[in-house]
């Protein structure tokens, strides 16, 4: 099983800032990761494919970089609403497996 | 537009059975393999299963393999997870969710459903 290891755990900036969250596997998973958005009482939602590749209706200030092992999701300009747990997944192999979250507050 | 819908979540004993389905709608239902992820009261994402959009595969975490079967309709755009011999551990949302890509198995998941809620106690 590949094992998807988020950090920080929380991560609390103002509105502006730049946020950079950092997944890391137990295994190459090549580009095949994807970075979901879920805020309290949703579902998640889906950010970001293939690493780099934004879904539809992602503002641009969402962007995604990496490849193999290690993988990073930036949020340019923080907003009030960017305030979610971001998980990331991978899709390389079964079983398909998540991170644990990072936590993104918002002062 | 594209739409998941999910029930038949409710309470039941441990090594009960239940089932729950989810009704799609808003795209070609059988080009896409589905799945089943869920989410612990407060906890993380932990995927549950998935079929390939004409049904003839079926792929199972360990935690579930042998108890849960996944299943579809497609005459009826409807996607199944049978569940049995259940445990408190599988106490969790149950969200429904479509495949990006058509004809991928492992894929990333671009439509989630709001998920139906199975309690075991």
């Known amino acids: 099983e590949i094992v998807l290891t988020q950090s920080p755990a929380t991560l609390s900036l103002s509105p502006g800032q730049r946020a950079t969250l950092s997944c890391r596997a137990s295994?190459?998973?090549?580009?095949?990761l994807a970075w979901y958005q879920q805020k309290p009482g949703q579902a998640p939602r889906l950010l970001i494919y293939?690493?780099?590749n934004r879904a539809t209706g992602i503002p641009a200030r969402f962007s995604g970089s990496g490849s193999a092992t290690d993988f990073t999701l930036t949020i340019s300009r923080l907003e009030p609403g960017d305030s979610a747990v971001y998980y990331c997944?991978?899709?390389?192999?079964?079983?398909?497996?998540f991170g644990q979250g990072t936590k993104v507050e918002i002062k | 537009e594209v739409q998941l819908v999910e029930s038949g979540g409710e309470l039941v004993q441990p090594g009960g059975s239940l089932r729950v389905s989810c009704a799609a709608s808003?795209?070609?239902?059988?080009?896409?393999?589905l799945n089943w992820v869920r989410q612990a009261p407060g906890r993380g994402l932990e995927w549950v299963s998935t079929?390939?959009?004409?049904?003839?595969?079926?792929y199972y975490a360990d935690s579930v393999q042998g108890r849960f079967t996944i299943s579809r309709d497609n005459s009826r755009n409807t996607l199944y997870l049978q569940m049995n011999s259940l445990r408190a551990e599988d106490t969790a949302l149950y969200y429904c969710?479509?495949?990006?890509?058509?004809?991928?198995?492992?894929?990333?998941?671009?439509?989630w459903g709001r998920g139906t809620m199975v309690t075991v106690s």
């Open positions: 997944q991978q899709r390389a192999n079964w079983p398909l497996t």
């Open positions: 293939d690493a780099s």
């Open positions: 295994h190459s998973v090549s580009d095949y």
């Open positions: 969710a479509k495949s990006r890509t058509i004809a991928a198995r492992l894929d990333a998941f671009d439509i």
């Open positions: 079929i390939r959009g004409d049904g003839g595969a079926a």
């Open positions: 808003g795209f070609t239902f059988d080009a896409y393999a």
